[in-house]
């Protein structure tokens, strides 16, 4: 995993919110696995950002992790979520559910705890692309892999990324490499076994 934060000019549409206290948070993220710790690092990164005029939509399952935080830094707002589906992990992620705002002018942010690989957050903005054509994307997440970094900035031209950590790793799977815990589950408060279904594509365990 990336130890510590820090500032990288790789892209202009790329921007990192390098923060101690996020580093301090992180490690003991690692050790004690609380969605308390998940919601201050949330907290570490909005009060950064500018937030003005932004209507998160937060991606199920993870980003719920950062609704509280968002609105403790920014205020209560207009905001939306969206559920991303996938019979496999191995698979390419389908939007099986999303309600937002249709804000005027709208800046919309793509919340979510992580981007590993990118698919799934990549499955979001062509969802967004043909519901709300012309509006800015934008995505946020603490974590940011290489690989989704990479993956966002070469298919999502308009698209700002948001993170404190850009430089994380990803295993053969595309999953991020360190955490040894779902965040998805840990949001859920749930290690064990989920029941998981959709209407237009059936269930998984």
Known sequence: ????????????????????????????????????ILDAIGRELFTRMDTAGLVPIFVLRGGLALKDAYVEAAGFGPAGVIVPWRARHTED???????????????????????????????????????????????VAPFLATAGRERVIADAADTHIHCVWHAEDVDGDGRMVG????????????????????????ERA
Do not use: N
């Open 1 to 36: 995993m990336q130890e510590i934060s820090y500032p990288e000019k790789i892209d202009p549409r790329l921007h990192i919110y390098p923060s101690q206290e996020a580093d301090r948070l992180k490690s003991r993220l690692l050790e004690h696995h609380e969605t308390g």
């Open 93 to 139: 992620p389908t939007v099986s559910y999303a309600s937002l705002p249709v804000v005027p002018g709208a800046r919309y942010a793509l919340v979510d705890t992580l981007i590993a690989s990118g698919r799934t957050i990549i499955a979001c903005l062509q969802a967004l692309r043909v519901r709300v054509p012309g509006a800015r994307v934008d995505v």
């Open 179 to 202: 955490p040894g815990f779902d965040v998805g589950d840990l949001v859920l408060g749930w290690q064990g076994r989920h029941l998981v279904w959709s209407g237009e594509r059936g």
